[in-house]
């Protein structure tokens, strides 16, 4: 599967047998060691703080959602559902920002 940096995913988190968006914040590598991608998850609930992102109204999201950089984590490729859309470049860039310090980088 080739993933880009900005992608929102439908993924099985394993969280009550539901389906949450993600974006992935992986590089594109055309051939990746292994199968998986680096995502942060979305989310409704809103907490203001530097570990998140207030996303712009998305076509391809049903609600106003929030990327939560303290919930990055990785999943198996396989359990990336369906692509919803993409992330303008701009919101990227201060998800990548948030990331950042999240990781104190």
């Given amino acids: 599967m080739n993933l880009n940096p900005g992608e929102v995913w439908l993924a099985d988190l394993g ?3 539901k389906t949450r ?5 992986s ?3 055309l051939d990746p ?16 703080s530097s570990y998140e992102v207030i996303l712009p109204r998305l076509r391809f999201l ?3 959602s929030i990327a939560n950089v303290q919930g990055i984590g990785s999943i198996p490729t396989v359990r990336l559902e369906s692509k919803l859309g993409r992330l303008p470049d701009d919101v990227m860039l201060k998800i990548k920002q948030a990331i950042l310090f999240a990781l104190d980088l």
């Fill in 15 to 17: 969280i009550a047998a």
């Fill in 27 to 29: 590089r594109h590598d």
């Fill in 33 to 48: 060691p292994r199968a998986l991608a680096i995502y942060v998850p979305l989310t409704t609930q809103y907490r203001d």
């Fill in 62 to 64: 049903d609600r106003d």
């Fill in 21 to 25: 968006p993600v974006v992935i914040v």
